[in-house]
């Protein structure tokens, strides 16, 4: 059968974590390996259980995950500090 058309869904998760993970990391954006990674397959697997199967989709909508949760997070630590000064 054609790696295409694998339908292993373990196998599928880690493949597309694993590209997200490896964008995020090549792109200096990984302060928490471990936190990234679980973070990356928490979203992942949510979209799986929905019927994404394709495994860059799956990635890519990760990073874009990923992306916007750190902002807020920064975001929310800027205002946090700028009260406290």
Do not use: C
Not at 8 to 26: G, T
Not at 41 to 66: P, S
Request: aromatic share 10%; proline share 2%; hydrophobic share 50%.
């Amino acid at each position: 059968m054609s790696a295409w058309f694998r339908d292993d869904p373990a196998l599928l998760l880690e493949e597309a974590v694993q590209i997200a993970f490896n964008f995020l990391s090549r792109s200096g954006e990984v302060e928490d390996p471990m936190e990234t990674a679980g973070f990356l397959a928490d979203r992942i697997f949510l979209m799986m259980r929905q019927g994404q199967r394709n495994r860059v989709a799956l990635a890519n909508r990760a990073i874009a995950a990923y992306q916007r949760d750190r902002k807020a997070r920064a975001n929310a630590h800027a205002v946090v500090f700028d009260r406290a000064g």
